[in-house]
Structure formats: structure tokens, C-alpha cells
């Protein structure tokens, strides 16, 4: 089989601002040429995301490894899945705080575990175990991060942040505390088609901003953040964690697809399944085994990047909240 190669990428989704776009597309872009040059030499789909999403973990513009957003406490705590789906194996890791690229670690969780899933310092432990270097938290760790945590704290104590939501009266108070459409959602993650027909699918996060200690959202969770099959679709998600996990919503876009619904389809009908069912904001990207995609967000922003043989797009779209 020689399928044409494709390669999908999100950068977050959120309100960003003006002055963020460029680095923005300057980080995508990036990640798709790590990638995709993978891709054309005819590297495994697994190989292009998770070098895709190393890019962008080395990238302090997003979300992921290092420049990501601190806990209350002021450390960065890093999740990341990486998901194959011609054989369903997967790795993850969740809450490390000394990996500079929890891609590669869950990376050697789906190579050389027959566990899927480790956390904190069994999760480090591990990592080393397989070659991987540990690195102080400090190094994670960029100014402008301090200066954003510290801001937030003091207007959440002096009550100028508002974490009140005017979703569905059913959420929870979890829920309810959190402000979906200003706080930055910058999750990294990518989906790809190799040249033998196979699929795959990674999500790497810092998280959310002054998130508590411990707290793990959708990205690094089978189903939820993300997901890979080659009888019916990759997916990776970006955006509001708590209604992501609630809906399974990475498994429920796939299954859509494998019903017979179009990428294309099947992203915009998870988006308004989240946003319906719980009020949640988020982006989604999908690809299938014949290389075609869906790419949906509700936020302000989504930063997305797509490479195939016919050439490479980089954007960073608009959309109205709905």
C-alpha cells in the first residue's frame, strides 16, 4: 500500500489574543515539518505525532511541556497519550513534573509496558528506567507564566475573576467554576495517515491555569482527549477538560465516523454534543484511513495546521461562541 501521507495539528483552542497568533502559527508550522518529513520517508503515523507534538512541547508558545501554565502552587505538572490504531496500543502519563517531553514518555509506556497509564513519580520512574533524562520542575518553568499565575491570583482574591457559567442548570459545581471562554486552553495534539494505511493519535497539555495540584483533565485519557482506530478514525481534542471527560468525547466522534459519518460531519456534531449536552468549549481534529479530516471549535480561536501531498496549510480560525 502507498497511501498518501497526511498530517493534522491543533495548537489550542481559546480565546487567544492578537499578539499570540504568529508564535502561534510559527509553532505549527514547525511541528508539521518535524512530522511530516517523517511521514514521506514512509516513518509509521505514530512516529510523525509523536514528533510532531515534541515540536511543540519544546515550543514555549503552547500549553505542553515546557511554558506550560502553572498549578496553584506554582509548578507545571504535564499530561500527554499517544495512541496507535492499527494495533490499539497506547501509552500515557499524567502529573509528571521532571519529563521535558511527556510525548516520548508515554511514547515508552505503549512501547515497552503492557500497562497503559502511569502517573507522577511511577510515571518518571519509568521513563528513566527507559533512557530518559529527569529535569528540575524550574526548567518547565518561563517567566511570563509566573507573571500570569500571579496575576490571576490576585484578581481571583480581590473577586475579579469571574467563575460564574451560564450553561445548563444540571452541571456540576466543578463545572461552574471555571471559565471556559477566557481561560487558555492551549493543548497541543495531532492525528496522522501513514503510507501503509495506519492511523494515529497524541494530545499533550500543562493543563489549566492555577489548576489544583494533581487535578488530570481530558488530554492524557483514552477516549477523551484523544483516540485512535484504524477501522474508523484519530482524534485529538483541545479545550474545556471537565465536559470533554464527562462525554467520553474523542470515542463518541470516532464511533461517528465508523457509523459512516464524514470527518468533517462527525467533528461539527461533537462540538454541538458538547457544547448541547454539558456547555462545553472545545476544538476537535479527526482524520480516517482514506486521509480525510474534520477539524470543529466553539471558542474564539483555534490554532490548526494540515499537511498532505498536495501542500501545507497553517491557520489560526475565528468562530463565534454559540
Given at each position: 500500500?502507498?497511501t498518501?501521507?497526511?498530517?493534522?495539528?491543533?495548537?489550542?483552542?481559546?480565546?487567544?489574543?492578537?499578539?499570540?497568533?504568529?508564535a502561534h502559527?510559527?509553532?505549527?508550522?514547525?511541528a508539521?515539518?518535524?512530522?511530516?518529513?517523517?511521514?514521506?520517508?514512509?516513518?509509521?503515523?505514530?512516529d510523525a505525532v509523536e514528533?510532531?507534538v515534541?515540536?511543540?512541547?519544546?515550543?514555549?508558545?503552547?500549553?505542553?511541556?515546557?511554558g506550560?501554565?502553572?498549578?496553584?502552587?506554582?509548578?507545571?505538572?504535564?499530561?500527554?497519550?499517544?495512541?496507535?490504531?492499527?494495533n490499539?496500543r497506547?501509552g500515557?502519563v499524567?502529573?509528571?513534573?521532571?519529563?521535558?517531553?511527556?510525548?516520548?514518555?508515554?511514547?515508552?509506556?505503549l512501547?515497552?509496558?503492557?500497562?497503559?497509564?502511569?502517573v507522577?513519580v511511577?510515571?518518571?520512574r519509568?521513563a528513566?528506567?527507559?533512557?530518559?533524562?529527569?529535569?528540575?520542575?524550574?526548567e518547565?518553568?518561563?517567566?511570563r507564566e509566573?507573571?500570569?499565575?500571579?496575576?490571576f491570583?490576585?484578581?481571583e482574591?480581590?473577586?475579579?475573576?469571574?467563575t460564574?457559567?451560564?450553561?445548563p442548570?444540571?452541571?456540576?459545581?466543578?463545572?461552574?467554576d471555571?471559565d471556559?471562554?477566557?481561560?487558555s486552553h492551549?493543548?497541543?495534539?495531532?492525528v496522522?495517515?501513514?503510507?501503509?494505511?495506519h492511523?494515529?493519535?497524541?494530545?499533550?497539555?500543562?493543563?489549566?491555569?492555577?489548576?489544583?495540584?494533581?487535578?488530570v483533565?481530558?488530554?492524557?485519557?483514552?477516549?477523551?482527549?484523544?483516540?485512535?482506530d484504524?477501522?474508523?478514525?484519530?482524534?485529538?481534542?483541545?479545550?474545556?477538560?471537565?465536559p470533554?471527560?464527562?462525554?467520553?468525547?474523542?470515542?463518541?466522534?470516532?464511533?461517528?465516523?465508523?457509523?459512516?459519518?464524514?470527518p468533517?460531519?462527525?467533528?461539527?456534531?461533537a462540538?454541538?454534543?458538547?457544547?448541547?449536552?454539558?456547555?462545553?468549549?472545545?476544538?476537535?481534529?479527526?482524520i480516517d484511513r482514506?486521509?480525510?479530516?474534520?477539524?470543529a471549535?466553539?471558542?474564539?480561536?483555534?490554532?490548526?495546521g494540515?499537511?498532505?501531498?498536495?501542500g501545507?496549510?497553517v491557520?489560526?480560525?475565528r468562530n463565534?461562541?454559540?
Open positions: 500500500m502507498n498518501p501521507p497526511v498530517l493534522l495539528i491543533h495548537g489550542g483552542a481559546w480565546a487567544m489574543p492578537d499578539d499570540a497568533v504568529e502559527k510559527a509553532g505549527i508550522a514547525a508539521l515539518a518535524a512530522g511530516y518529513a517523517l511521514l514521506e520517508r514512509g516513518a509509521s503515523a505514530l514528533a510532531a515534541t515540536v511543540m512541547e519544546d515550543d514555549e508558545a503552547f500549553d505542553a511541556g515546557r506550560s501554565f502553572l498549578t496553584r502552587d506554582g509548578r507545571v505538572q504535564l499530561d500527554a497519550l499517544l495512541m496507535n490504531g492499527a490499539l497506547t500515557g499524567a502529573c509528571v513534573e521532571r519529563l521535558k517531553n511527556p510525548i516520548r514518555a508515554a511514547r515508552l509506556v512501547d515497552h509496558s503492557p500497562h497503559v497509564y502511569f507522577g511511577g510515571a518518571e519509568f528513566r528506567q527507559h533512557g530518559m533524562a529527569l529535569i528540575d520542575n524550574t518547565l518553568i518561563v517567566p509566573r507573571e500570569r499565575l500571579m496575576a491570583q490576585k484578581a482574591l480581590e473577586g475579579a475573576v469571574d460564574t457559567f451560564s450553561g442548570r444540571h452541571l456540576d459545581k466543578e463545572d461552574e471555571s471556559p471562554t477566557t481561560h492551549d493543548t497541543v495534539g495531532a496522522a495517515l501513514d503510507r501503509s494505511g492511523i494515529a493519535a497524541g494530545t499533550s497539555t500543562g493543563g489549566t491555569l492555577s489548576k489544583a495540584p494533581g487535578r483533565g481530558d488530554s492524557s485519557l483514552i477516549g477523551c482527549g484523544c483516540y485512535a484504524d477501522h474508523s478514525a484519530a482524534v485529538s481534542l483541545t479545550g474545556w477538560g471537565e470533554i471527560m464527562k462525554l467520553v468525547l474523542g470515542k463518541w466522534a470516532v464511533d461517528r465516523v465508523a457509523a459512516g459519518a464524514p468533517e460531519v462527525a467533528a461539527e456534531a462540538i454541538d454534543y458538547l457544547y448541547g449536552r454539558l456547555g462545553g468549549h472545545g476544538g476537535i481534529i479527526l482514506q486521509g480525510r479530516i474534520g477539524l471549535h466553539n471558542t474564539p480561536r483555534m490554532a490548526w494540515l499537511q498532505t501531498a498536495n501545507t496549510q491557520g489560526v480560525t463565534g461562541l454559540r
